[in-house]
């Protein structure tokens, strides 16, 4: 009743006062500015946006920047031996934060030191070759390559030999770590005293998990003079760049008085990887004849023929049958030379071959390739205009500058250029001639090659053409073909392909029908190319009174490909076309 009573006295008292306003307008009258700040409906999504901005902005500050890890030493070291890491970062005391060596986590007892800039600790027992990192409670640093003295294969302790190359004990190779293309010295005696046709041989990269402490020289990539590797030699040191294709392991030196022991080398990794996967056996064999149709007196003619090039990714190459033997033999080309030739003769020269050739395939971190070395040989020679690249051309030169912009980087420069090349040409195999293929925009696998490696070299990056075949699935036919290596420091040679970029019906076997040439061709190359010749190969006159001859027919790349003498009056040259005998 009490309840009741209330109520009936609330009423009357409302009706006393006149019309009700509603509940809408009543709230509206008693909320206060600031509380309708915290009603309006944006108010709480705009708080959160706001409190994770300043979350996100503050977290780094209260946890701490990451370690960074600067230098470690010693870099090679045995299990038990002290280790000095240097940086900033690591904090002020252990507590959390460890040390991993090649994924092994030192105990407590192991570390000496710690501070924020510098750690000592004893290397684990378990402790193998691998990667050393820091970890804190704020991330983890960069990590920095580790050898474990006991992971080194030991060589053997001396020559095997008097006389033989030997590398010293003591500091064998300076620097000890180097990437590739960096310059190192190799200390030793009996090397000769000229380089002749004696090689340094690294651990091959395709290899390198299972050969690393190989003696096997089939194991083995060496330095190559077409490559420009070798700086200076002389019978107690050996200037030269890591090669393309080397990795950690054995160093070996080969002369004609013997192979010398094994010295241990680290190569780091640069601005980028290559790999060699997928390798497939060949056999081939190619030749050439020469029709005499007139002579007057005693003559010769001598005729340089290409072998199946030794690469990083053409290796294990066995010369089948060489007919007739060559008069010279050199990693480029054989000689052979007939003499007395007589009208109506044929003369002919046949090679085979048997060998294995590699997928390429190439990793490139773009923003950390170091500036071109400009004053080096390889810069030099890779850059200038020649027979066969007219990079001097002002019409080049013009196109080039269009195609890279104002893009400083080389590896984006050679995809601007790539891309550029490929948008202005079509191909057409009845155009052979470069500057001819430019202004009609137009051509055949030489003057895609000739112009892709023109339009780089003008633009300051070191590239070369390639002289090879293509082959398709068994029983198809081998076609001549012509391709590209740019050179970006760190990385090494890099292979492009700008035809088959641009012309997918040239794209050797049966590729996927989704398979994306033009991305593909740009860094990468499949292991049915064979290669013949890497860059224009300079070729010496034999007599002085010789008539030379170029034939740009050829499929290769030799600045003489024949030389005729005395009374040898008219005769053709042609070359039998590589065939595949034998595929495995």
Request: glycine share 8%; charged share 20%; with cysteine.
């Amino acid at each position: 009743m009490a309840h009741l009573g209330d109520d009936m006295s609330a009423a009357a008292d409302a009706a006393a006062a006149g019309p009700r306003e509603t509940d809408g307008e009543q709230d509206k009258d008693k909320v206060k500015p600031h509380q309708r700040l915290f009603r309006s409906k944006g108010f709480i999504p705009s708080v959160v946006v706001i409190v994770l901005a300043v979350f996100v902005l503050l977290s780094p500050r209260m946890a701490g920047s990451p370690p960074r890890l600067e230098s470690i030493t010693p870099s090679r070291a045995k299990p038990g031996d002290v280790m000095i890491l240097t940086g900033h970062n690591f904090g002020s005391s252990q507590e959390s934060s460890e040390v991993r060596i090649a994924g092994i986590s030192p105990t407590s007892l192991d570390y000496t030191e710690w501070t924020d800039t510098r750690i000592s600790l004893r290397i684990p027992e378990e402790a193998g070759s691998g990667i050393v990192y820091v970890l804190t409670k704020s991330g983890r640093s960069s990590g920095l390559l580790f050898i474990s003295q006991n992971d080194i294969p030991q060589p053997a302790s001396g020559s095997t030999r008097p006389g033989d190359p030997f590398i010293l004990s003591d500091s064998p190779i300076q620097p000890s770590v180097a990437r590739v293309g960096d310059t190192i010295t190799v200390y030793g005696m009996n090397f000769g005293l000229e380089k002749g046709d004696s090689e340094v041989y690294f651990t091959w990269s395709g290899l390198q998990a299972a050969t690393g402490g190989s003696l096997d020289l089939a194991n083995l990539v060496p330095a190559r003079d077409y490559d420009l590797d070798y700086l200076s030699w002389s019978d107690r040191e050996i200037k030269l760049r890591v090669p393309q294709g080397a990795a950690s392991g054995n160093v070996m030196v080969k002369s004609d008085k013997g192979t010398s022991n094994a010295a241990y080398f680290v190569v780091n990794k640069g601005a980028g990887s290559t790999s060699y996967t997928s390798p497939r056996k060949y056999s081939v064999e190619y030749g050439l004849i020469v029709s005499v149709s007139a002579t007057s007196g005693e003559n010769s003619l001598s005729l340089w023929m290409p072998r199946v090039l030794a690469s990083p990714e053409q290796r294990s190459i066995e010369a089948v049958a060489q007919d007739p033997a060559p008069m010279m033999d050199t990693p480029a080309a054989a000689l052979y030379t007939f003499s007395n030739l007589q009208k109506g003769g044929k003369y002919k020269v046949d090679m085979s071959w048997m060998f294995d050739r590699y997928k390429v395939e190439t990793q490139v971190s773009t923003y950390d390739i170091p500036p071109y070395v400009t004053t080096a040989a390889l810069y030099t020679a890779f850059t200038a205009p020649d027979a066969l690249v007219p990079s001097a051309n002002p019409d080049v030169i013009k196109a080039a500058a269009n195609a890279v912009g104002q893009e400083k980087n080389p590896w984006l420069k050679a995809r601007r250029t790539y891309d550029w090349l490929l948008s202005q040409l079509t191909y057409s195999p009845n155009t052979s001639d470069s500057l001819v293929g430019l202004r009609a925009k137009r051509g055949n696998a030489f003057v895609f090659s000739s112009l892709y490696c023109a339009l780089l070299r003008a633009s300051g990056i070191p590239a070369r053409m390639v002289s090879g075949y293509l082959v398709g699935d068994p029983g198809q036919p081998a076609r001549r073909h012509y391709w590209n290596e740019l050179y970006l420091e760190t990385v090494g040679w890099i292979p492009v392909d700008p035809t088959l970029g641009e012309e997918k019906s040239l794209i050797p076997g049966t590729p996927p029908v989704d398979f994306d040439g033009r991305s593909y061709y740009f860094g990468n190359l499949d292991n049915q190319h064979i290669t013949l010749t890497k860059g224009l190969q300079q070729i010496s006159q034999m007599n002085p009174a010789g008539t030379i001859k170029e034939d740009r027919a050829m499929p290769y790349l030799l600045s003489i490909d024949e030389e005729a003498v005395g009374g040898l009056g008219s005769y053709t040259t042609s070359f039998e076309d590589l065939k595949v005998t034998g595929t495995y």
